[in-house]
């Protein structure tokens, strides 16, 4: 391919110099266009930062709500889904600092939402029942 | 160069892939890439939520079976009592929360907790502003061997956002 004054042109040992057709160069860089878009939006959803955000939100709701000594068991079916695309270990969705409680689908960091209340709380995954385990305790227990 | 690049056809006619056209699909590109990631990164807000949790907790630790809790009248009670009672976190309360308990006692008792700067702003709307959230019940005060109903006003208040947390493992 040359460029002869802003022309794009393909060379051809048969006829010479020959013009790449419009209507197929419109065509490509459509095609080439909403592709990066389409693949733009599809990692958007897949990326988990809404569900990260709407579980650790609600993970730390549910800690509040709670009453020393309670066990929650948490259904996170989509998570579990994208952890698993990402290769990520189960035990690792979801961890607890210091009152935040961290929500990581993709393995880049994740989502970090606080609970008030002054409690102790573990969390474990549950391989057989495929769900999230939370352990409410008093703080000095 | 930039102006137009024109694509010859054998016919000899000109097709012109215009600057408009690569402006177009930028538009197009940009205003997508921006209402994607805006959907993406919404705020889910729970502030409300937040603020009806703070007051039912506080309602409940100071109710005992209809009765006020008699230390609800010691001195120390605002200062560490109602945190250690309720279970609450100091630290975090005075960053993103407020309470305040109103009790109609003659004169009035009133104790609060948490960042004091919220209320001011209950009422008023905004990203960045509190919401809040205000309770009334009816509950028994037993003053000396005296049973008397009053009545509690709490004020909750949540301006609680989450962070988005970078670094992170493929673990």
Same mark, same amino acid.
């Given at each position: 391919?040359?460029?002869? %004054?802003?022309?794009?042109?393909?060379?051809?040992?048969?006829?010479?110099?020959?013009?790449? *057709?419009?209507?197929?160069?419109?065509?490509?860089?459509? #095609?080439?266009?909403?592709?990066? #878009?389409?693949?733009?939006?599809? %990692?958007? *959803?897949?990326?988990?930062?809404? @569900?990260?955000?709407? @579980?650790?939100?609600?993970?730390?709701?549910?800690?509040?709500?709670?009453?020393?000594?309670?066990?929650?068991?948490?259904?996170?079916?989509?998570?579990?889904?994208? $952890?698993?695309? !990402?290769?990520?270990?189960?035990?690792?969705?979801?961890?607890?600092?210091? !009152?935040? $409680?961290?929500?990581? #689908?993709?393995?880049?960091?994740?989502? *970090?939402?606080? @609970?008030?209340?002054?409690?102790?709380?573990?969390?474990?995954?549950?391989?057989?029942?495929?769900?999230?385990?939370?352990?409410?305790? !008093?703080? !000095?227990? | 160069?930039?102006?137009?690049?024109?694509?010859?056809?054998?016919?000899?006619?000109?097709?012109?892939?215009?600057?408009?056209?690569?402006?177009?699909?930028?538009?197009?590109?940009?205003?997508?890439?921006?209402?994607?990631?805006?959907?993406?990164?919404?705020?889910?807000?729970?502030?409300?939520?937040?603020?009806?949790?703070?007051?039912?907790?506080?309602?409940?630790?100071?109710?005992?079976?209809?009765?006020?809790?008699?230390?609800?009248?010691?001195?120390?009670?605002?200062?560490?009592?109602?945190?250690?009672?309720?279970?609450?976190?100091?630290?975090?309360?005075?960053?993103?929360?407020?309470?305040?308990?109103?009790?109609?006692?003659?004169?009035?008792?009133?104790?609060?907790?948490?960042?004091?700067?919220?209320?001011?702003?209950?009422?008023?709307?905004?990203?960045?502003?509190?919401?809040?959230?205000?309770?009334?019940?009816?509950?028994?005060?037993?003053?000396?061997?005296?049973?008397?109903?009053?009545?509690?006003?709490?004020?909750?208040?949540?301006?609680?956002?989450?962070?988005?947390?970078?670094?992170?493992?493929?673990?």
């Amino acid at each position: 391919m040359e460029y002869k %004054r802003g022309f794009i042109f393909l060379n051809n040992k048969k006829a010479g110099t020959d013009v790449l *057709s419009p209507q197929i160069m419109v065509t490509i860089l459509n #095609l080439i266009f909403f592709a990066i #878009l389409l693949a733009f939006i599809y %990692r958007s *959803s897949q990326g988990g930062l809404i @569900y990260e955000q709407a @579980y650790a939100k609600e993970i730390a709701m549910l800690i509040d709500e709670a009453k020393p000594g309670m066990d929650i068991s948490f259904k996170m079916d989509k998570g579990i889904e994208l $952890v698993e695309k !990402n290769n990520k270990d189960k035990n690792k969705i979801v961890s607890i600092d210091k !009152n935040k $409680v961290i929500v990581d #689908l993709s393995g880049k960091g994740g989502y *970090s939402f606080e @609970y008030f209340s002054d409690y102790n709380v573990k969390t474990s995954f549950d391989e057989k029942e495929n769900v999230l385990k939370i352990m409410v305790g !008093n703080k !000095n227990v | 160069m930039f102006r137009k690049i024109g694509l010859k056809n054998k016919r000899g006619g000109e097709k012109l892939l215009s600057i408009w056209w690569f402006f177009s699909l930028t538009v197009v590109g940009v205003v997508i890439y921006w209402e994607v990631s805006m959907f993406y990164s919404t705020d889910l807000n729970i502030k409300s939520l937040e603020a009806d949790i703070l007051s039912e907790k506080i309602l409940n630790c100071i109710n005992d079976n209809g009765f006020l809790i008699n230390d609800f009248f010691k001195e120390d009670f605002e200062e560490l009592g109602i945190f250690d009672r309720c279970g609450l976190n100091k630290e975090i309360m005075e960053e993103d929360f407020y309470f305040k308990i109103t009790i109609n006692t003659a004169p009035k008792k009133i104790v609060s907790g948490g960042n004091p700067g919220f209320e001011a702003l209950c009422g008023q709307k905004g990203e960045n502003v509190p919401e809040c959230i205000t309770k009334k019940e009816n509950i028994l005060y037993n003053n000396g061997g005296e049973i008397k109903p009053i009545k509690i006003e709490v004020l909750t208040a949540s301006n609680q956002k989450g962070k988005n947390v970078l670094g992170g493992s493929n673990g």
